[in-house]
Structures are given as structure tokens and as C-alpha cells.
């Protein structure tokens, strides 16, 4: 179905909900996923390992299925919707992004620290001669001031991406602060502006709300919230939200609420909620992805989860710095240990 969209939205939770079920998607999860995402009329469906292509390992977590076997999977049901990818450069290689491509993968969305634009340019540049749409992703966004996020926005654009996200990778923006991002974007660059939330404050519809009311065009989902921490923007939701602000997703909102409610919900072990370590992950600003890993350090060195999460805030650790979460909760330890003789 072809529609004129006001905002395009990209669905994360083949991507970004791979974080939350520990990368153990299934080939069989994957078909039943995208196809009902795309009899939905989603414009793109994100599939990768939750850190993006070539993500799975010991660091990051180990895949239940080869990422290029979902991509496939997903691009053989998807009909209409385009399958995009996450990759992040130098966890992801020119290689994965190419064997993608020749999958039928159409749009490629290349990750960095906000203030690390500049190791995209080989990656947007490779994947826009492929002829893939490119996007470049400044996570972890408020961790920069304005006018950096303004200066690596440009970087990216002048790699040649079609559109800049800002990211808002541990769900700690609030709506005022996404409003005046937004907003310096849309003054500064010419391609689109994107937004992609974490619900970690319960702020990922207002935040989303406020980008969309400064301009940015491109925004992320994720249906029955299945992303990392807390989740995203709850997609289903979104689009009934827009939908009553008379904005046009081109999304059929009854599909969208049967595929939530049959497909995804049986695929959750516990529901997405804020639960107090999501919450903290807003609060101390930390990478929505560490969540399971901070969670699995506590059990291992008999820490509270929230003090290793709080700790890991005080570090500024960005992403890829996953290993910091073992050696936070082992000084821990010893500390707490310490005060306790
Ligand atoms: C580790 C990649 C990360 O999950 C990308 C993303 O969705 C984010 O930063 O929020
Ligand atoms: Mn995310």
C-alpha cells in the first residue's frame, strides 16, 4: 500500500528487543514477526543483534541465530516494508554491512558515540555506494551539549546520511531537552532528523511528542516496548496517538494491536516495565543495553544492581565499554565488603 506518511517510522524490536531477550531470536520468531509487521504496513523493520551486525560474541552476547540468517528470514516476509540494519563501527565491518546488502537489506544506520561522528564516514560512505538509504545514529545523546550534537550531526551529514537520529540510548532525556535538540537540527542540516527514545523516565511518548512537534520526521519504535531497559516508544501506541493528533503513519493500527497482543507479548518472559534498575538506568543515565549485564554482575559479585548502574553513571561509560560493568561490580564488592569488617 503506497500512503503519503507525515512521520516514518522505524520498528526496533528485531533489533533494539534483542537486547531485551538476551539476542535469542529464532529464525521461526523472526518470519512470524516481520510478516505480520509488514501486512501492518510498517515502513521499516530494524533486524540485527541488539549491538547491530557482527555484535554477537562473548562481550556483547552470544546470538541464538546468525544475525544474517534473521535479515534473511525477515526480507523473504517482510512484503512491502524495508528491513534496515544497525551497525556500529568496528564492532560491524564494511563485509556485514555488504552481505546485507546483497540480502535485501534497503537501509543501513550507522552508530556511534554522540561525540564520536567521525568514525561513521567509511560506513555511510560504503553502504550509500551500495545504494542503501543510510542513517547516521548519535547515541547516548545527553551526554553532549547542544552544540556538539549540532557539530556531529553535520560530521555525519557530510558523510552523505540521508537522515541523523539523536538517540536517546539510556532513556534520560526529558522532553524540553529533545525539543531544543531537535530544534538546532533542523536549523542546522538539510537531510531529515530522527529520534529514537528508551521509556526508562516513562518519557519515551513525550519525548517523542516533542521531536515530532519540532520537525524531526524520522522516528523509532517499539512494539509492546520490546527494546532494552524499559523499551522504546511503544509503537502500537504511537500510532494511535499520532493518529489522533492527525498525523499519518500509514500504519493499520489493528494489526499492529493483534500483532502486540498474539505475537510478541507470548515472546516476553516478563512484560516490559519500568522496573527499579530501568528506572535507574534513565536516572544515572546509562546505556539502556547494560541492563542484563549489570544484572547478571550483581548475582555474580552480590551487588545491588542500581549501585553497580549508578556507579557505571558517575564512569560516563559509553557503549562498548560493556567489560567496566564486571570490574565496577568487583570494586564494589571489595569496598562494601570492606566497610563491613
Ligand atoms: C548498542 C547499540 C544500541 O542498542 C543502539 C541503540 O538502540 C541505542 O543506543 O539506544
Ligand atoms: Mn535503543
Do not use: W
Not at 521461526?28 to 515502513?43: H, S, W
Not at 546468525?66 to 565491518?93: R, Y
Not at 547494560?290 to 555474580?300: M, V
Amino acid at each position: 500500500m503506497n500512503v503519503k506518511r507525515d512521520v516514518v517510522i522505524t520498528e526496533v524490536a528485531l533489533r533494539d528487543g534483542s537486547h531485551a531477550i538476551a539476542h535469542q531470536y529464532t529464525v521461526d520468531q523472526v518470519l512470524r514477526v516481520a510478516k505480520a509487521l509488514g501486512e501492518a504496513n510498517v515502513p521499516y523493520i530494524e533486524v540485527s543483534h541488539g549491538d547491530g551486525l557482527g555484535g554477537s560474541s562473548l562481550q556483547y552476547g552470544l546470538s541464538h541465530t546468525h544475525e544474517m540468517e534473521l535479515i534473511e528470514a525477515a526480507v523473504s516476509v517482510s512484503g512491502n516494508s524495508k528491513i534496515a540494519v544497525l551497525v556500529i563501527p568496528g564492532i560491524g565491518t564494511i563485509k556485514e554491512i555488504k552481505e546485507a546488502a546483497n540480502l535485501g537489506v534497503k537501509m543501513a544506520r550507522v552508530a556511534t558515540h554522540v561525540t564520536e561522528a567521525d568514525v561513521s564516514a567509511q560506513h555511510l560512505a560504503v553502504a550509500k555506494n551500495l545504494g542503501l538509504e543510510t542513517v547516521g545514529f548519535l547515541m547516548m545523546s545527553h551526554m553532549a551539549p547542544v552544540d556538539t550534537l549540532v557539530n556531529q550531526a553535520s560530521l555525519m551529514e557530510s558523510y552523505g546520511a540521508d537522515t541523523v537520529y539523536i538517540v536517546d540510548s539510556a532513556g534520560a532525556l526529558l522532553p524540553h531537552q529533545v525539543a531544543e535538540r531537535v530544534r538546532a537540527l533542523r536549523h542546522s542540516l538539510s537531510v531529515n532528523v530522527g529520534f529514537h527514545a528508551h521509556n526508562n523516565l516513562s518519557l519515551a511518548m513525550a519525548n517523542t511528542l516533542a521531536a515530532i512537534q519540532e520537525g524531526a520526521q524520522r522516528i523509532d519504535g517499539s512494539i509492546r516496548c520490546l527494546g532494552a531497559g524499559a523499551g522504546n516508544t511503544q509503537t502500537e501506541v504511537l500510532v494511535a496517538v499520532l493518529e489522533h493528533m492527525g498525523i499519518v503513519t500509514g500504519i493499520d493500527l489493528y494489526k499492529m494491536m493483534d500483532t502486540a497482543e498474539d505475537i510478541i507479548a507470548p515472546l516476553l518472559k516478563v512484560p516490559q516495565e519500568i522496573t527499579r534498575d530501568n528506572l535507574v538506568l534513565g536516572y544515572a543515565g546509562v546505556y539502556s543495553s547494560f541492563l542484563l549485564h549489570a544484572q547478571r554482575a550483581s548475582k555474580r559479585f552480590g551487588v545491588d544492581s542500581r549501585d553497580i548502574l549508578i556507579e557505571l553513571g558517575k564512569h560516563k561509560v559509553v557503549g562498548g565499554q560493556e567489560d567496566m560493568i564486571v570490574d565496577v561490580a568487583a570494586e564494589l564488592a571489595q569496598v562494601q565488603a570492606a566497610a563491613r569488617i
